[in-house]
């Protein structure tokens, strides 16, 4: 379906150029001289490859509506990440780079959308928080904790945070995936 350009928002997907790409980020530019535009960094959904363009806010585009089903993860091995159709139990094979790099937050059993385009899977959403187990964490220094001083951790996936000095070991924290940032200590 068309839409104006100044509607364009990051998460949508778009067809350009003959091609289906991911919006990243956006920026209205209202320069001194001439019309305004929509600066758009675009990344290729089905081989990775960036784009960043220029829009006519005037303009209209296509946007791509994906089919979008629930996938259960399974396991991951050589071939890449193994997920499950929660509706019709078809099993799918999606490499790491259709995934991206909050890969590793993903847990056996964790359900998530899993978006195609045309029967072919193009892009998988992760939540935006994941409960991890701190597994290394620096001991506290004496008389940093009336600063609002952070520390690295090692979670149990590998990743490195910071993290309050509080924070200590064994600890189960939630981190926002995008910027692997410290949230808050996990409910138990």
């Known amino acids: 379906m068309k839409i104006s350009v100044n509607d364009v928002k990051p998460g949508f997907v778009l ?5 289906l790409w991911g919006v990243v980020k956006t920026e209205h530019v209202k320069p001194g001289k001439g019309p305004a535009y929509l ?3 675009m990344k290729g959904l089905l081989d990775g490859t960036k784009l960043n363009e220029r829009l006519r806010t005037a303009d209209t585009i296509e946007r791509v509506e994906l089919d979008r089903a629930a996938h259960q993860f399974l396991y991951r091995d050589g071939d890449g990440f193994h997920f499950m159709n929660q509706d ?3 099993q799918v094979a999606l490499p790491k780079d259709l995934i991206g790099e909050g890969a590793v937050f993903l847990q056996e059993g964790m359900v998530v959308p899993v978006q195609s385009f045309e029967g072919r899977p ?9 409960v991890c187990t701190v597994v290394e964490a620096d001991p506290v220094v004496k008389g940093q904790t009336a600063a609002a001083s952070y520390k690295p951790a090692l979670l149990d996936n590998g990743v490195r945070v910071m993290v309050p000095p509080h924070v200590g070991t064994g600890t189960r924290i939630v981190v926002y995936v995008p910027d692997l940032a410290y949230v808050e200590r996990a409910k138990d």
């Open 122 to 130: 193009v892009a998988v959403i992760l939540p935006d928080t994941a």
């Open 88 to 90: 019709s139990f078809e």
């Open 39 to 41: 600066q758009v960094e």
């Open 15 to 19: 067809s350009y150029k003959d091609r």
